[in-house]
């Protein structure tokens, strides 16, 4: 599994907002949507990059050093063999800091 790090890209003369996450396997990047804060915004571009790869699960959130943009590390445990996403213990981390992320249906 690897770590997924996104970075907020500011608009040019060409494109709006956006958002990018990065992985060593590749990237996504996702327009900034103005309707979700911050946090929500960089969740949305890690769940676009999750997707993309097959790796659903639980995700936890970091914040970067630089402030411009956060790290996303995956939980133990991941999707139990019944395909049913595990959630972390309450107690573990704080349950504003991470996301979910399931395949489409």
């Known amino acids: 599994m690897q770590a997924i790090e996104t970075k907020y890209l500011g608009p040019t ?9 990065s992985a060593e396997a590749g990237s996504v990047t996702v327009p900034y ?3 979700l804060n911050v946090d929500e915004n960089h969740d949305a571009a890690c769940k676009a990059l999750v997707r993309k790869w097959g790796w659903f699960g639980s995700w936890i959130r970091g914040a970067l050093p630089s402030s411009r ?3 996303y590390v ?3 445990g991941y999707v139990s063999t019944d395909g049913h996403v595990k959630t972390p213990h309450p107690q573990a981390v704080n349950p504003c800091d991470y996301i979910i992320v399931r395949p489409e249906v």
């Open 74 to 76: 995956a939980l133990n």
């Open 69 to 71: 943009g956060k790290v």
């Open 33 to 35: 949507d103005h309707a």
């Open 13 to 21: 003369n060409f494109r709006g907002a956006r958002i990018k996450a």
